[in-house]
């Protein structure tokens, strides 16, 4: 790949991402369509993020926002798709006749694979696991998905935990706070897992009374999370999120440069560095 004074940035932004694999997968699709682009991975903080994006979209370069800054990203766009409108949270953005605009690509790439786990099985409820724009994304997925799903939230955070309900009762989603009882689809959208040492969100225990079909764990990591390897064990349908990650990559691929991702291509890229 040769960098030039007209290749164009293509940038994800979070805290952390030394692990994130969007540099690997863009940059191998980039290659195979003979794009004058690269993509690479920062690191922002806090107050650093809006400066940053404002930055990068007046240079022309388009961006993912990863955790925690999704809610962050959606709050300085000028153009937010009607799913950024719903969820509060963005994680690609782009410059447009409008000004700075953005989408959220997370939850059809949710629904997509949450939908491919369950198979025919409807999800009646569902438990989603944190309280961030990951969590929000994935409940609106369920809702797209199963009208009539019943979302619960769990939360080390009893204030977030409310936020997060009154966020869906005007976002169209029926949650509830959880009560412990038996569900058809677990989604992980909190960051444990990143690293060998975090304990999982659910223990054997919780997992095995709540009884899934079917678990998606949005974290990856190669040979993959402890949450999912434990899920398997129990004879759940459980993945984790590189089909997330590429489902939702090239929706912001198509965005960046308005033109079919290869998905075969992004595929191998993410499976070499994890593993199939």
Not at 64 to 77: C, D, E, G, I, S
Not at 110 to 136: C, I, M
Not at 214 to 243: F, Q, S, W
């Amino acid at each position: 790949m040769r960098i030039r004074g007209s290749t164009r940035l293509l940038v994800v932004v979070g805290d952390p991402i030394a692990h994130s694999l969007s540099p690997r997968m863009h940059n191998a699709a980039i290659a195979a369509l003979g794009l004058d682009a690269v993509y690479v991975a920062l690191r922002a903080r806090g107050a650093a993020v809006e400066p940053l994006v404002r930055g990068l979209i007046a240079a022309g370069a388009g961006l993912n926002v990863t955790v925690p800054h999704k809610r962050r990203a959606a709050a300085l766009l000028d153009v937010a798709s009607e799913t950024v409108q719903r969820t509060g949270a963005c994680n690609t953005v782009w410059a447009h006749l409008g000004g700075i605009t953005g989408d959220n690509t997370d939850g059809a790439a949710v629904r997509a694979v949450a939908t491919r786990l369950l198979g025919a099985r409807p999800a009646r409820r569902a438990l989603v696991l944190g309280t961030g724009g990951s969590a929000r994304a994935a409940a609106v997925a369920v809702a797209e998905a199963w009208p009539e799903a019943v979302v619960e939230v769990l939360s080390r955070d009893a204030a977030r935990a409310g936020d997060f309900l009154t966020w869906a009762g005007g976002a169209g989603v029926r949650a509830e706070p959880t009560d412990g009882a038996p569900v058809d689809l677990v989604v992980n959208a909190t960051p444990l897992g990143l690293t060998p040492e975090d304990v999982p969100p659910l223990d054997r225990e919780r997992l095995r009374h709540r009884a899934p079909a079917a678990l998606l764990d949005l974290v990856y990591v190669r040979g993959r999370t402890r949450l999912v390897r434990m899920a398997r064990d129990a004879g759940i349908a459980a993945e984790d999120g590189r089909e997330v990650l590429l489902e939702q990559g090239a929706a912001s691929f198509r965005h960046f440069f308005d033109v079919q991702p290869p998905l075969a291509v992004m595929r191998a890229a993410v499976e070499e560095a994890l593993g199939v």
